[in-house]
Each structure stands twice: as C-alpha cells, then as structure tokens.
C-alpha cells in the first residue's frame, strides 16, 4: 500500500462546476497534510494546508479532513480553465520530516 | 508564502561535465531543505533531505557520490550533479522548510531547474 494515494486521472469538469479531489493516506499519526498544484513544466505551488478534523476555506478552494478515515481532500469551486493542473496530495508522518507525496491527479477544466 | 529560488533556471551542458545547482529561502531560515527530481509527466521523486551543517540524507537507490549536497547555512543549499550524462537530465527542484516557531512548518518549492545533458 502506498503512503498516500491518488487517483491519477485525468479528472474533467465544466468550467463553473465543483471539481473534487481526494487523498487517503497510510499513517494514522500523520499530522500535516497540504495540496499542491503543478502546472505542467513549473514547480509545485501550496495551495493549502490542513491540520485538524473538518473543514478549512481560502477563497474557491477547501480542504477537508478526515483523520479517522484518513481522508483528506479538496474542493474547487466555479472551476475556471485556469485550474487546469495536477494536484498533488502531501502527508507529513508523525515520524519524520519529511512530506510524503501522492502521484497527483491531473484536473482538466472544460470550458 | 514564503520565497525559494533556484539557480539556473535552465542549463545544458555537455556529457561528462558539472553542474551546480543552488537553492536559497529567501526570506526565511531552512535548517532543511529537499532535492527532488521529476521527469516528464511523472511524480516527484525525492532525492535527498540536506541539513545545515550535516551531510545530506539520500533516498534509497541515488548516489550519494553522483548527487553531491551542500548545506552551508540556513539560506543555502547546492546540488552538483557530477560527471552529467544525458539519462540525468530532469527537472531539479529544491524545497525548504520553514520551521521558524510560530510557522505553519511548511515545505516550499523553488521554481525548478531543468538540466539538459548533451
């Protein structure tokens, strides 16, 4: 099992819907967890971080999670074309420094 | 957020030759920064955790001698590659982790390099 899942997509959505992406993760002490973006060619970008139980908002996006089911995810609203990209899903474990990274799922944005 | 740079953004260079690639947290102390490596259309792939004033961490199966890091001070982290040959060509990114107290204690990305090896 990997430490942190994705599902790779691509996911597609209209333009102005609500795109979800979701994150299930391995190590149930893990205590940080962050969405990233990637436009393809560029580096990743934090989008948001998330670290208790529940919902976090920042604009169109929101983080939810769910530590019993060690789900984490995220929501984009009114998606726009620009959203187009690959979301990646990190998990910092209770044990190390280090964020362990999903694959990312490739969100596409049809107009 | 806060501010990590690279350098270069963009190099080639020539089979069998150097190249030195520079990390800074701009506006923050890194007492640890991360070398990542990504190929096309393919995951991030952690190389190596750099820690100020001690030798870097290498994931299992980079080589240590062919990837060499530097970590001199809070700002500063470098990546040499070594005797370059073209299957190192990639794209390089730093990240730093702000852990000042008070910090979300969060992971930053540079904006990348991309190294082509003639």
């Known amino acids: 099992q990997k430490e942190v899942e994705q599902n790779s997509g691509p996911l597609s959505v209209p333009e102005g819907a609500i795109a979800s992406l979701n994150c299930t993760y391995s190590?149930?002490?893990?205590?940080?967890f962050f969405w990233y973006r990637q436009y393809s060619g560029k580096s990743p970008e934090l989008i948001m971080s998330i670290y208790s139980n529940g919902d976090k908002e920042d604009g169109r996006f929101t983080a939810q999670l769910n530590k019993a089911s060690q789900y984490v995810s995220l929501l984009i609203r009114d998606s726009q074309p620009s959203d187009s990209a690959t979301y990646l899903c990190?998990?910092?474990?209770?044990?190390?420094?280090?964020?362990?990274f999903g694959s990312g799922t490739r969100l596409s944005i049809r107009p | 957020g806060a501010v990590v740079s690279q350098h270069p953004s963009r190099v080639i260079c020539k089979s069998g030759t150097s190249v030195k690639i520079e990390c800074r947290s701009l506006?923050?102390?890194?007492?640890?920064m991360f070398w990542y490596r990504q190929f096309p259309k393919k995951s991030l792939m952690l190389m190596a955790t750099?820690?100020?004033?001690?030798?870097?961490?290498?994931e299992q199966g980079v080589e240590k001698d062919k990837f060499l890091i530097n970590h001199a001070s809070l700002t500063l982290s470098t990546l040499t590659v070594t005797s370059a040959h073209p299957e190192d060509s990639s794209f390089y990114i730093c990240?730093?982790?702000?852990?000042?107290?008070?910090?979300?204690?969060?992971?930053?990305f540079g904006p990348g390099t991309r190294l082509t090896v003639l």
């Open positions: 190590d149930r002490g893990s205590q940080s």
């Open positions: 990240s730093a982790r702000d852990q000042l107290a008070g910090s979300t204690d969060t992971q930053y």
């Open positions: 990190a998990v910092r474990p209770s044990s190390a420094s280090k964020i362990i």
């Open positions: 506006d923050f102390q890194a007492t640890t």
């Open positions: 750099s820690n100020e004033g001690s030798k870097a961490t290498y």
